[in-house]
């Protein structure tokens, strides 16, 4: 059985079709085991014998549209991927915290290749770099102000909408949950 985290775009966990136990209903009706949920804000792991993430996350966007109305994406990632991700530590040093946040953009895409980063991209925004294995772009965004960093915008112009961003610490407390359903 492989464990995966399905990182799910555009939920709003005040919306009554998008709470926890409305979603996990969504993977558990799919057939996958020990379905649980990460926070409020999308992330579900669970357990299945597939194994082909492109299938899974196609099966899963067409449940959650049909069964909750949810228009938005799926992106999976398994647990071997997020292990490794964190073991790599790319933000060695640095420290998640209310006015700098520890950014991690995961791309639905299945290619592994090396991506180049716009040095700058925004006052507000410290690219750390792009883990390949994971498909992950990595950041550092001073939150202090209330304007939202352009390197978001250029994601979304260069990458489309087919990516996900969670915090740093969300992606730890994911891989967590992930372990307890071992």
Known sequence: MTRYAALLRGIAPMNPNMTNDKLRGVFTGLGFEAVASVVSSGNIVFRTAETEPAELEDRIQQALNRELG??????????????ALLDSDPFDGLTHGRGTYLTATFRKTTDHARIELPDTPDPLTRVVG???AARVFLFVVDNSTPRTPDFMAWLER?????????????????????????
Do not use: S
């Not at 228009?71 to 398994?78: H, V």
């Open 130 to 132: 792009y883990d390949p």
């Open 70 to 83: 949810i228009p938005g994406g799926t992106i999976l990632r398994d647990y071997d991927e997020l292990r």
């Open 158 to 182: 260069t990458y489309g909408k087919d990516i996900t961003t969670r915090t740093w610490l969300t992606v730890q407390r994911v891989v967590k949950k992930m372990e307890a359903i071992a």
